[in-house]
């Protein structure tokens, strides 16, 4: 009997139905109630700037606590034991990051979108063209996991197989995502956020504690447990135990670590959270809170994917449909039956919705604002219409995530959001750095950092092990891969800060008082409301 078989021998569907549909329902009430407050482009894009910094770290954590997270991290803990939980380490220290580096100083120094603080001190058509590039691709890529993560719940909920099953639930989450982002905007999302975190948490917690009790709280028990029944035995307490095997894999393992490091203070998403508070001041505080609750939630991760090791097993994981990311229903499950599976996996689905929103609603707000609304109308576009376009990319772009989610269906999500933070450590990072702190910084090194980044990124991810070459690949009859490594984050990264240097210093047009006033702008915070951005004359458009 397959594990799907098993788990729908004593599950019930309709229990799980009622669940999952209250879920639903609470949510989109949550975004219907806040939807009549989007009147202006603020209150769209930012919530109009009216969350408080606990209230926006909330927003944050349950804006990052992705699919990626509860389902991707556990199942990686489960079968590959340390290695796993390092993904978690990896994403609760890039936060340091964004706190020390980016944080406050990108809410100084920005409206909406990261193209307005390229535009105020380099050329806006082509940076902001870049900016809502850069954006669309990441946010997408970030996307395909969470649609992964989805297909995977459902079919486990419900008990049902096949690629059409995963794929019908991809399209209903894509058609959700658009609905949230299309009547309630930024407001009601991170309202659905905030309550997805306190919900996440809980969950987790509450298993924590379930898993723990298990084995008399006695986490030495419970890793002995994880070790008896994984085919690794005692390796999976210690390190390398995946990335170690190969010089390969042990080169593969330092290229994801840089990637998870520096791609949270790249994510477009994030960054535009940094918007829905009034002041820098409570951005800090936005972060410093986030740390707090995303570092317990990881600490939980740690139980639940040792406890999924010890109490499933790794072969039942692997043979469930969605392999790795069904370890924590199965062990939601084995701790309490149906009625505990329908309330994880509706909370999980939750998270996956409010998370898929919030990129969406970035992508879109790139497109309209900075693309549209900037470049193609130059500013003489009414508010009304530009949030028009934001949500009819809103549709484009969810249609789209439907499409890649169903390609990439057999992947690990936690991997396939390593492979977003690479492609937005490589294309964002290194311009809003240079952007924020190099006085020589010009407009063709914003352009050769950005679309080089992107280049080099995708590019490699492409003839990767992760597309085509290997039984895990999206395309794995084919075999096209020369690049060794899954995740192309040594490599494009530095060549992307390369790229921003180069580009810089072969231009002459660097505006030595635009940075300046963008520096007085960006640490004080003086005119970060009110200023408007004004094309540096004295640069070139020398690509």
Known sequence: MSVIAAVGAENSPVINMAIFLVF?????????????????????YVAGRTFTGRQNGMALTGDYLSAASFLGITGAIAIYGFDGFLYSIGFLVAW??????????LRNAGSY?????LAFRLRQRPVRVAAAISTLLVSLFYLLAQMVGAGSLVNLLFGVTGNLWQSATILVVGILMIIYVIVGGMRGTTWVQIIKAVLLIAGAGLMSVWVLGKYGFSLSDMLGAATHGSPEGSNILAPMAKYGKTTITKIDFISLSIALVLGTAGLPHVLMRFYTVPSAKEARHSVSSAIGMIGLFYLFSLVLGFGAAA????????AAPGRENSAAPLLAFELGGTLLLGIIVAVAFATILAVVAGLTITASASFAHDVYANVIKKGAISAENELKVARITAVVIGLLAIVGGILAKNQNIAFLVALAFAIAASANLPTILYSLFWRNFTTRGALWSIYGGLTLSIGLIIFSPVVSGAQTSIFPDVNFAWFPLANPGLVSIPLAF?????GSVTERGANPLKFAEM???SLAGVGAETAEVVEPAAVTDVV
């Open 24 to 44: 639903v329902i609470v949510s989109l009430w949550v975004v219907t109630r806040f939807a009549r407050r989007n009147r202006t482009q603020a209150d769209f």
């Open 498 to 502: 390369l790229l921003g240097w180069l």
């Open 113 to 117: 979108t990261m193209g307005d603080v």
């Open 519 to 521: 520096e007085v702008r």
């Open 96 to 105: 340091l990051v964004a706190l020390l580096l980016v944080a406050e100083l």
């Open 311 to 318: 109490l499933v097993g790794p072969e039942k994981i692997l």
